[in-house]
Nanobody, 115 residues
């Protein structure tokens, strides 16, 4: 089963930037198609960004133009570069593989954006 460890969150003022990282580990597993999700208090978990094995990206409308997803295969790591952050981006951020492989959700990383 793939294990995921997210990091890089923190407290930032509106308009600021953060880069989240997610390291994936598992026998024979390599990051290719991955996604970032987030869950705000009292809300359901929602998709933020996806990247396919071919490098095609997809973003939620609310983050388009502000967030960028990327992968480093050598480090088995997926990143989420976030800029122009808004208070409504406040949430716990999680990553997950998109290939159907068995995985466990990580603990997530908290992002808090102050106004």
């Amino acid at each position: 089963q793939v294990q995921l460890v997210e990091s890089g969150g923190g407290l930032v003022q509106a308009g600021g930037s953060l880069r989240l990282s997610c390291v994936a580990s598992g026998r024979y597993f390599s990051v290719n198609a991955m996604g970032w999700y987030r869950q705000a208090p009292g809300k359901q978990r929602e998709m933020v960004a996806h990247i396919s094995s071919g490098g095609i990206t997809d973003y939620a409308d609310s983050v388009k133009g502000r967030f960028t997803i990327s992968v480093d295969n050598a480090k088995n790591t997926v990143y989420l570069q976030m800029s122009s952050l808004k208070p409504e981006d406040t949430a716990v951020y999680y990553c997950r593989p998109l290939t159907g492989v068995a995985f466990s959700w990580g603990q997530g990383t908290q992002v808090t954006v102050s106004s």
